[in-house]
């Protein structure tokens, strides 16, 4: 017997033990309960963001396309760079099928999400804080762009106790421009921020930069040519940042 009719028996039986009416009415509760779900995410994200002072985008910073590519890739994100706008129910499927990913874009919103509350001292018990984060991270999702979004990430990377941005980290641990970065230097700097700083070992970060450039590969950043020659570079910071290494 079919999975269909096996199905169909269970409800004629189940209708003609509990009534007709009532099984109707657990079956408009089940079928009702996913749109409650979503109408009370919709109403706390805007009741939040109604008493939550909004960022204000700063203009991007002309970055080389390579650049965006890195960053976009150390956060974990596919190709296309694109940012989806979150709905409650892009939220509700990927809390049940992915608790990584929300959408396109939702990792690195939600980095800036944090550190934008962050930033602006907000202090709230734990519960409360995460529900703040989504509320900003899908405010974020519905305002900004993709490339606001990137450019905001790279302002905000933070490696050890005093470098932040990307702008700066590349002239202290590597003496040049950031456009001058080649890929397995670009991401092996991001690779120190993408944890949020602190002590590294030469092990981990150098398998913190290899998943990056595997990811720009898988989003066709890098050729294979450019790859293998970027996974065979050894690591060339400066010695200023060996506050940042463990040897």
Request: proline share 5%; net charge neutral.
């Amino acid at each position: 017997m079919s999975f269909y009719w096996r199905a169909e028996a269970a409800f004629v039986l189940a209708a003609d033990s509990m009534g007709r009416k009532a099984i109707y009415t657990v079956v408009i509760i089940v079928a009702a309960l996913p749109l409650f779900v979503a109408m009370t995410i919709e109403v706390v994200y805007r009741l939040e963001m109604s008493n939550t002072i909004k960022p204000i985008s700063q203009p991007t910073p002309g970055w080389p396309q390579a650049v965006n590519d890195a960053i976009w890739a150390s956060f974990n994100e596919t190709a296309p760079i694109e940012v989806r706008p979150l709905m409650p129910w892009n939220i509700m499927m990927g809390f049940v099928f992915s608790r990584t990913s929300l959408g396109p874009g939702s990792k690195i919103a939600g980095y800036v999400a944090q550190h934008t509350l962050i930033n602006a001292r907000v202090q709230v018990r734990m519960l409360y804080w995460h529900v703040k984060v989504l509320a900003m991270t899908i405010w974020l999702s519905r305002h900004w762009s993709a490339e606001e979004i990137i450019a905001e990430a790279g302002r905000q990377l933070a490696i050890g106790g005093n470098i932040r941005g990307i702008v700066n980290a590349s002239d202290r641990l590597y003496g040049e421009d950031l456009s001058a970065l080649d890929p397995g230097s670009l991401a092996a700097l991001l690779a120190l921020g993408v944890k949020g700083g602190g002590a590294v070992d030469e092990p981990q970060l150098l398998e913190r930069r290899n998943r990056i450039l595997r990811r720009m590969f898988e989003n066709g950043s890098l050729d294979e040519d450019e790859l293998h020659r970027a996974l065979a570079q050894p690591l060339r910071l400066r010695g200023s940042s060996g506050a940042l290494l463990e040897n």
